[in-house]
């Protein structure tokens, strides 16, 4: 099945442990379900990941020994749809020198890719500064969507109040995480399988299946039900 | 993000800006560095793309035979000569070559060459003593001066070690005020503050004060790193950096090339003058 293009680099950003790893893995059942030709890269653990070695081609990459211009040359590769690249979140100013130094934004466009810049955010402050700052580097040159990660608290002030009319403006997304309970999470992390096979997987408790099943539905939802949303994340 | 020369910064270490703009109505650029490997040929590369890119000409001339970096690589774009200055005599028909370049006169094979004004020579390591001899021996630089209206630009390429530093007071003494100092830090061998034995030399910083005082330019610039992969690239093809931006194989060198280029311009630009581009804008 071909899709329409153009090709996504997809880049997430932001502190490990807001949930970018469970939104990639969550990204990449939707993807397959596409049949999406992804490739996968990771700059932070390897380990996060291990359930989808299988599924998709995987590479682990050091950020600060130049492994990163790998995933340029990737663009170069008709057969791929989506590129999704964990960044080491905490260093955005090393991030924007990475994007200068490559020419990135030129880059994409002769050879037809977009980019879009996924952040996972909790209720807490600092992982509105990152996005700001890249915001504020990138402007219009990328494509914007917000994880709204209901983990942690079910609020976003900060966010409402110093970033959600700036990321409106610039015609960027928010999407929801739901919050999933903790042992029901813990369950789904331990069997070390997709997450869309969880919900078959009998090793699992049923109730804790029904609770994952509906979680992975309403995030599906939150993604697919805007048109836009789905567009930035390469997604019919 | 890309660095910027600053100039106030850059005023306090190197002499007066009315130096650097005066013309001259030809000029000779000599990258030299004694040891190889420090980043001569690759200095010389990108002002030989700058040339190309300005639509500035000017002849090469390719000193470093063993390692003939320019001939091979802007050879096929430009006129790029190569010269053996280590067989004895050559050194002298190189400077017959280049009066009969400047006044446009017939070579010796009765063939009329186009007036030139602008010339860069790349010498090859571990060619100092002969530069010297050249210079003490020929009045290389006075004839250059007062019979040919040229002047030299001598472009140092250093590392961090402390022979760099040494080679440059060594030039400077056999050079004094007749010819335009440029140096070139190379951030591949560390960062700009890095290169302590050069900022901290006494000496340098005499020889400083005593070129200012004559209105001699003795300025700095650095030159940026290439990212190994893209560089073993254009060398593994013989590419040009004009070639390696408009590749379409790896992305990656591309973008790396592009950014390296526009970045070794900007560098340039405040000294431009002292490479022969005083009436170019570069891009």
């Not at chain 1, 697919?224 to 567009?231: D, H, Q």
């Not at chain 2, 400077?95 to 070579?107: A, T």
């Amino acid at each position: 099945m071909t899709l329409n293009s153009p090709k996504r680099l997809i880049m997430t950003v932001g502190d490990s442990r807001v949930g970018k790893s469970t939104v990639t893995k969550l990204l990449i059942d939707l993807w397959l379900a596409q049949g999406r030709k992804i490739r996968v890269y990771n700059h932070d653990n390897f380990y996060k990941l291990k359930a989808y070695v299988n599924l998709v081609e995987i590479e682990m990459l050091d950020f600060f020994k130049g492994d990163t211009d790998k995933i340029l040359n990737d663009l170069n590769k008709s057969e791929l749809d989506i590129i999704m690249v964990d960044m080491p979140g905490q260093y955005i100013k090393k991030i924007c020198e990475y994007i200068e130094k490559v020419e990135l934004f030129n880059i994409l466009l002769e050879y037809s890719w977009r980019l879009t810049f996924l952040q996972p955010i909790s209720h807490r402050i600092d992982c509105i500064h990152h996005l700001n700052e890249l915001i504020s580097y990138a402007t219009n040159q990328a494509n914007y969507i917000v994880v709204k990660n209901y983990h942690f608290d079910n609020r976003f002030i900060e966010y409402e109040q110093s970033m959600q009319k700036k990321i409106q403006l610039i015609g960027g997304r928010e999407i929801e995480l739901p919050a999933l309970h903790r042992e029901h999470y813990k369950s789904l992390e331990k069997v070390c399988k997709p997450y869309s096979e969880c919900c078959t997987d009998k090793s699992i408790y049923v109730i804790y299946r029904t609770y994952i099943y509906h979680w992975i539905k309403k995030f599906n939802n939150s993604v697919l039900g805007n048109a836009m949303t789905s567009k930035y994340l390469g997604l019919a | 993000m890309t660095d910027v020369i600053d100039n106030s910064k850059e005023d306090d270490k190197t002499n007066g800006k009315e130096a650097i703009d005066k013309v001259y109505p030809n000029r000779l650029v000599i990258v030299t560095g004694d040891k190889g490997g420090v980043g001569k040929s690759t200095f010389a590369r990108g002002v030989a793309q700058t040339y190309l890119d300005a639509q500035q000409r000017f002849v090469g001339f390719d000193a470093d035979i063993s390692n003939s970096q320019l001939v091979r690589f802007y050879g096929k774009h430009c006129q790029i000569e190569p010269l053996d200055i280590f067989k004895s005599g050559n050194i002298d028909k190189f400077f017959d070559r280049l009066k009969k370049m400047i006044n446009g006169e017939e070579d010796d094979y009765g063939q009329k060459l186009s007036a030139e004004n602008l010339f860069l020579l790349e010498l090859p390591p571990q060619s100092r003593v002969i530069l010297q001899k050249f210079v003490e021996e020929m009045n290389f630089l006075e004839t250059a001066a007062e019979e040919h209206n040229m002047r030299v630009t001598m472009v140092v390429v250093i590392s961090r070690i402390s022979d760099s530093v040494n080679q440059l007071i060594n030039l400077h003494s056999f050079c004094g005020n007749r010819v335009d100092y440029l140096v070139v830090k190379n951030l591949f061998f560390g960062e700009e503050e890095e290169f302590t034995r050069y900022d901290k030399s006494e000496k340098i910083k005499i020889i400083k004060e005593e070129l200012e005082q004559r209105r001699t330019p003795f300025f700095q610039v650095k030159m940026p790193e290439l990212i190994e992969h893209a560089y073993d690239y254009l060398d593994a093809n013989s590419m040009t950096f004009k070639q390696g931006m408009e590749q379409k194989d790896l992305p990656s060198v591309k973008g790396r090339v592009t950014s390296w280029l526009r970045n070794f311009k900007e560098q340039i630009k405040p000294v431009k003058g002292l490479l022969g581009l005083n009436d170019v804008e570069l891009s």
